[in-house]
């Protein structure tokens, strides 16, 4: 019941805000038609509470009815109780999932050609009957929908709310004027808890006299496209299935299999169609969906923007939402690399580079980063340097293995221990996975040196294979069961872990090795530079391309079996008397099952990937272990990719998804840009990639963008400039202002408009992918363009242009070669 309380909570939040009429408070006189149809939703959706009600009621009724069948103690009655339990508990939990805002939409329906009716309760035609329409052009509306979240029958089975992924739902997104089918208005609801705020319609069949009870039909706004786009955006995504269009429709409904690529421009609404698609083909085949869907966003910010879409349409759990610099568990990127070093850490290069470095970190001749040499000549390894760091015992030697066994002395020398080394590298297992190969090839040798082959070969000749396996087996167990035996399998073959090879890296002597006829001496440099950050252990701060790495380092090495999960200890007595179903438990947060599901899956059914012309060769690899039978989603735009090298990821990107077929779509309008700053960012376009068309913005605002210089262009003239404009925006928007600088100005900025309130964000220009906000301050253009290389600094620069959805400031410094009307060079004619 706690959903009612909410859902009562938000109502009354609602009322003191004093959003929109209420049932029963006239408007204006001007607005009294849309009062009243304001009236006319309230109604039904009252009805609609109260039938969820019912509904729960229900259930919490079959729950304690389940309970009492439990006090008869048979076995049958035991069954008959959990499996009760466990469907009224399922209904009963999703029902108070879905209680809050979820009814959205209504389609008011021509007759259709025939009268069959669906499951819903809706009628399945599609086309309107022959005699639908009069013949003057008057019609009368047959039947009614409303969609929303889930489906809500009446006692009578009559749909008062479809559900927005059933059949009978898709007109409400699929109806144009060019092709209306049956619909004849769309009406978007606009409500808060129990209260309805607002109504908006389109009409898509206007050349029809329609009636709706005998009474004409009423059309209320301005379309419902236009007043979703015009209101204020906040930092967590919108929920747009009532807006969803009509080319992207078909996306979102496309067949699951094989790959299916999205592309698109700024504001074609890439990243909401990728989420509502993971929600309708869950909804479409949940079984086999089971086994989850990942979506991967480039970003945190971006992942914070979208996480709330697909919980508030009804699949929660079933969905991860993931940035790429979270993929790999326990690891989180926090820190950036330049672009030089972006560009080494993301080519395919770099398999080979990890290839040599995961078994390079065994070989006892490499330098470590530190250490003494030990007696005898032997270096110190990577993992005797960790041990003398941690202040633990002295690290066993690894250049030297002895032995005793049988009464003998047995030792290897450095020699056959390299040469052993080498034969167990030989193979193309995960380095941790040959570790008992390992044990194994240093008993033979041990075996060879003992002597005891000859009396073995001995009994084999006599015919006594028996005696001569048990005189190996005593052996083996003689020398296994030796504390210095395993202390010296341990160290000359210990467990690697990624960061610990990331961190071996780090060292430029080393890493020379590795990088040998793959890398230039310079980019080296640059890498093992970048990768001290992580520090001697590798748990200091990572980038998202430092996570890449992590990942192929784990494939490189395999990863050790985890722990099995502890569980509670079995009671009879609760089998007995059912208590364990019936005690209640504290239900899972959000959070808490995302990081569960997490934890356990390794691969998914299926990938969504977002903001794909971003990815590198090495990033295609990491999300392509994890949909290795996955059905895809790739949704893109080639205009705004910071990748300088598209073949190499094209290359990649077809590797991860491989020889699967491919079924492509493009969406072609703008809903977020006025045709004002659209027409702006296209300057940016035409110079970047001049053969790529801008999609077609829908709408106009008469308002242009605001071009301002920093006088003097000193740190202190800029800081003011920014600032200024941000307060400006702030008293003209109602929503927020996104200030977009570039990557090494980002924390600057921050500094800046700190204190300017919660409506602000300050951001570095490639953090701003995929982010919308209702004004921009686009902080010096020309330091964003080269801030990467040529044709990425200009993709960077228009997805910066592109984030605004109602005004749009540029300030500008002398670098920016502005024109005596403040315009830059860059954004000129």
Same mark, same amino acid.
């Given at each position: ?25 006239? +408007? ?65 939990? =999703? ?16 007759? /259709?050609?025939? +009268? ?31 969609? /929303? ?106 067949? &699951? ?102 078994? +390079? ?31 633990? &015992? ?12 049988? /009464? ?116 080296? =440099? ?19 391309? !430092? ?77 392509? =272990?994890? /949909? ?27 590797? &991860? ?57 000193? +740190? ?34 921050? =500094? ?22 209702? &004004? ?42 502005? !024109? ?10």
């Amino acid at each position: 019941m706690a959903a009612q309380d909410a859902a009562v909570d938000s109502a009354g939040g609602a009322a003191e805000s004093g959003t929109g009429p209420g049932p029963g408070v006239p +408007g204006p006189a001007d607005d009294s038609a849309r009062a009243r149809e304001i009236d006319v939703e309230q109604h039904h959706l009252d009805r609609v509470y109260r039938r969820l009600e019912e509904k729960i009621h229900e259930a919490e009724f079959l729950m304690a009815d389940a309970a009492k069948r439990g006090q008869v103690g048979t076995p049958g009655a035991l069954a008959e109780r959990d499996a009760q339990v466990y469907r009224a508990g399922v209904h009963l939990s =999703r029902l108070n999932n879905e209680f809050e805002d979820f009814l959205f939409g209504r389609i008011d329906l021509l007759a /259709g050609k025939d +009268g069959k009716k669906g499951p819903d309760g809706a009628y399945t035609s599609v086309e309107p009957a022959d005699d639908a329409v009069r013949p003057d052009a008057s019609a009368d509306i047959a039947e009614t929908l409303h969609i /929303g979240r889930i489906g809500v029958l009446d006692a009578d089975y009559s749909p008062l709310v479809i559900d927005w992924r059933a059949p009978a739902a898709a007109p409400f997104y699929r109806s144009t004027p060019v092709d209306p089918g049956r619909v004849v208005r769309r009406r978007v609801i606009r409500s808060k808890g129990r209260r309805v705020l607002g109504v908006e319609d389109d009409l898509m069949r206007p050349e029809l006299t329609a009636a709706l009870d005998g009474a004409p039909l009423p059309v209320i706004g301005d379309g419902a496209l236009m007043a979703a786009l015009g209101q204020a955006r906040g930092h967590t995504m919108r929920d747009i299935v009532a807006s969803i269009q009509a080319e992207q429709d078909v996306v979102i409904r496309a067949p &699951a299999a094989s790959v299916t690529e999205v592309s698109g421009g700024p504001g074609t609404g890439k990243t909401a169609v990728a989420l509502h698609r993971a929600a309708y083909l869950l909804y479409q085949d949940r079984r086999r969906y089971a086994g989850g869907i990942l979506v991967v966003s480039p970003t945190p910010l971006l992942v914070a923007y979208t996480e709330g879409v697909l919980p508030s349409l009804g699949e929660e759990g079933q969905v991860a939402v993931r940035a790429l610099g979270s993929l790999v568990e326990g690891a989180e990127a926090t820190a950036y690399d330049d672009p030089a070093v972006a560009r080494i850490k993301g080519s395919e290069r770099m398999t080979r580079v990890l290839r040599k470095a995961a078994r +390079g970190a065994l070989d006892s001749g490499a330098p470590a980063s530190a250490g003494p040499a030990r007696p005898g000549g032997g270096q110190a390894t990577l993992d005797d340097a960790a041990d003398e760091e941690s202040g633990g &015992a002295p690290a066993v030697r690894t250049d030297r293995l002895r032995v005793v066994a049988f /009464g003998r002395r047995l030792e290897l020398d450095a020699d056959e221990l390299h040469r052993i080394r080498q034969a167990v590298l030989g193979g193309t297992a995960p380095v941790n996975m040959l570790r008992p190969r390992a044990r194994r090839l240093l008993l033979d040798a041990l075996w060879a040196r003992s002597g005891a082959t000859a009396r073995a070969d001995e009994y084999r000749s006599q015919g006594d294979a028996e005696l001569a396996a048990e005189l190996r087996g005593g052996f083996d167990e003689d020398v296994s069961s030796e504390d210095a035996f395993q202390a010296f399998l341990d160290a000359w073959w210990p467990e690697l872990t990624p960061r610990r090879v990331l961190a071996a890296m780090a060292d430029e002597r080393r890493l020379s090795r590795w990088t040998r006829r793959v890398l230039t001496p310079g980019e080296t =440099r640059r890498l093992a530079r970048s990768l001290r950050r992580a520090g001697r252990d590798g748990t200091g701060p990572l980038s998202v391309h !430092d996570v890449a790495l992590l990942d192929e380092l784990d494939a490189l090495l395999g990863t050790p079996p985890r722990p099995a999960r502890t569980r509670r200890e079995f009671d009879p007595l609760d089998a007995l008397t059912g208590l364990e179903e019936l005690m209640p438990q504290r239900e899972e947060t959000q959070r808490e099952r995302a990081e569960r599901l997490a934890a356990e899956r390794t691969e998914y059914a299926h990938v969504i990937v977002d903001e794909a012309q971003d990815l590198t060769p090495m990033q295609w690899r990491m999300i392509g =272990r994890r /949909g290795r039978t996955a059905t895809w989603t790739v949704v893109g735009d080639p205009a705004q990719s910071s990748w300088p090298d598209e073949e190499e990821a094209a290359a990649a990107r077809d590797e &991860a998804l491989g020889r699967r077929q491919r079924r492509r779509f493009t969406l072609t309008v703008n809903y977020r840009n006025p045709a004002e700053i659209a027409e702006l960012a296209a300057k940016v376009l035409a110079l970047a990639m001049p053969s790529a068309e801008s999609p077609r913005a829908v709408r106009s605002t008469g308002v242009r963008p605001r071009f301002r210089v920093a006088a003097g262009g000193s +740190g202190a003239a800029l800081a003011d400039a920014v600032r200024e404009e941000t307060r400006r925006l702030l008293d003209t928007v109602d929503g927020t202002v996104g200030v977009v600088a570039s990557m090494d100005r980002r924390a600057e900025v921050a =500094r800046w408009v700190a204190g300017l309130g919660g409506r602000v964000v300050a951001l570095g220009s490639l953090e701003a992918k995929g982010l919308e906000y209702d &004004a921009t301050v686009l902080v010096s253009p020309a330091e964003i363009a080269d801030g990467q290389a040529a044709s990425v600094g200009l993709r960077t620069l228009y997805v910066a242009l592109t984030r605004a959805t109602q005004q749009l400031t540029v300030v500008s410094t002398p670098k920016d070669e502005p !024109d005596a009307d403040g315009v830059p060079d860059l954004l000129r004619d």
